[in-house]
């Protein structure tokens, strides 16, 4: 198969991998860039990046900006992305939940890009300790009845990009990279179909033979 373009981020997970294992899960063939700081340092100076920054996705003559719509896309190339308008929005619903989660625990990482002052170190730990203890539970409090009462496991009646940016948030707070101070054990010991869904992805072929690379 011809590949549909050309991803560019960091070499880390971060705003990727969710658009990474929807190129792998939906058999979507692409070119996997990662980028060094330097390098991005430079072409950001260059304006090289609509709105200067990454993930991008370069697909023919277009630059696609932004992690959620590239993700979009790359659901609809694979499989993952609801043609019906309906079943659409109840994937975008899901999607913005997750994120609003992630912009969270985002905002107690790179406090100044929000507008937000520098938080002392203190003060940090004890913000994610709310994000712990409050915030972050109470979002997956809305996904986790959903997934419970689900056949399939995932939102819908097979896997689909909400369930994959899901299961990429629930590692990032399992790993707790760069979020020091939040239970990482939150997903395993409070939701077990969230981590029943996560252990789903876990175990596709796709993916095994992915994280084996």
Not at 14 to 43: C, H, M, Q, S, W
Request: proline share 5%; glycine share 8%; with cysteine.
């Amino acid at each position: 198969m011809e590949s549909k373009g050309e991803l560019v981020y960091f070499d880390i997970p971060g705003r990727a991998e969710y658009i990474r294992l929807a190129g792998v899960i939906g058999n979507v063939p692409f070119k996997d860039t990662r980028l060094a700081r330097e390098d991005f340092i430079k072409k950001k100076a260059a304006g090289d990046f609509p709105f200067s920054q990454v993930p991008v996705f370069l697909v023919g003559e277009h630059m696609i900006a932004q992690s959620t719509a590239i993700l979009r896309m790359m659901g609809a190339w694979g499989g993952l992305y609801p043609k019906d308008p309906v079943e659409a929005a109840k994937v975008d619903a899901y999607l913005d939940l997750v994120e609003e989660a992630w912009s969270c625990c985002d905002n107690s990482v790179y406090a100044t890009r929000f507008g937000l002052p520098d938080f002392p170190e203190k003060e940090r730990l004890e913000i994610r300790k709310r994000l712990s203890d409050d915030i972050v539970p109470k979002k997956m409090g809305y996904l986790e009845p959903v997934l419970k009462e689900s056949k399939s496991g995932y939102f819908g009646e097979k896997i689909s990009i909400a369930d994959i940016k899901l299961y990429c948030f629930a590692k990032k707070l399992a790993k707790g990279w760069k979020l020091d101070g939040m239970d990482t054990n939150l997903i395993k010991n409070k939701f077990p179909s969230i981590q029943k869904m996560v252990d789903q992805i876990d175990n596709l072929d796709t993916v095994k033979k992915y994280y084996k690379k």
